[in-house]
């Protein structure tokens, strides 16, 4: 039984060593399309905590590239997959991973002090099928961070209902 579950094992530890590769693979094409739409790179990889979930467990936000395009601050999120048979790679940039990028957004801008700088969030695609060169696409502003913004009760509208 034992030996069963080593296989099993070792199965799971290539599946998300490949999907790591896969990640970091993403990661550099990335960088070089960017860079090729004049983009200027200013860091990869920013990681810091943003809060505690529900469970009280430390909760860490990542951007995978934060750059500029011109005067703009771009928060990149990266997606690499190797098919869209089933769904469009930008598809798993969900609500969830646009409010963590957000959070941690806030929080990049507060430490560098870059308050009054224009941003927005684009996300890149790469798609890596098989014997084929990666297809790779930039969407520029994929989500507003209004969205997100906590709705205040003392607006107009509820004044209604007083």
Request: glycine share 4%.
């Amino acid at each position: 039984m034992s030996e069963i579950l080593s296989i099993l094992q070792k199965d799971k530890r290539a599946a998300s060593q490949r999907t790591s590769e896969l990640g970091i693979y993403g990661e550099t094409l990335a960088v070089v399309h960017l860079i090729r739409a004049g983009y200027r790179i200013v860091l990869t990889n920013f990681k810091v905590p943003v809060g505690r979930n529900s469970k009280g467990v430390q909760v860490t936000g990542e951007i995978d590239i934060i750059a500029l395009d011109i005067e703009t601050l771009c928060f990149v999120e990266v997606k690499a997959r190797r098919s869209d048979d089933f769904a469009p790679v930008i598809s798993a940039v969900d609500t969830r991973k646009q409010r963590q990028i957000t959070r941690t957004s806030k929080i990049y801008r507060r430490l560098f002090g870059v308050r009054d700088i224009q941003y927005r969030f684009d996300v890149v695609t790469v798609l890596v099928r098989n014997h084929a060169e990666p297809e790779i696409e930039l969407t520029k502003g994929f989500w507003n961070p209004s969205k997100f913004r906590k709705r205040r009760w003392e607006l107009p509208i509820w004044n209604d209902f007083q």
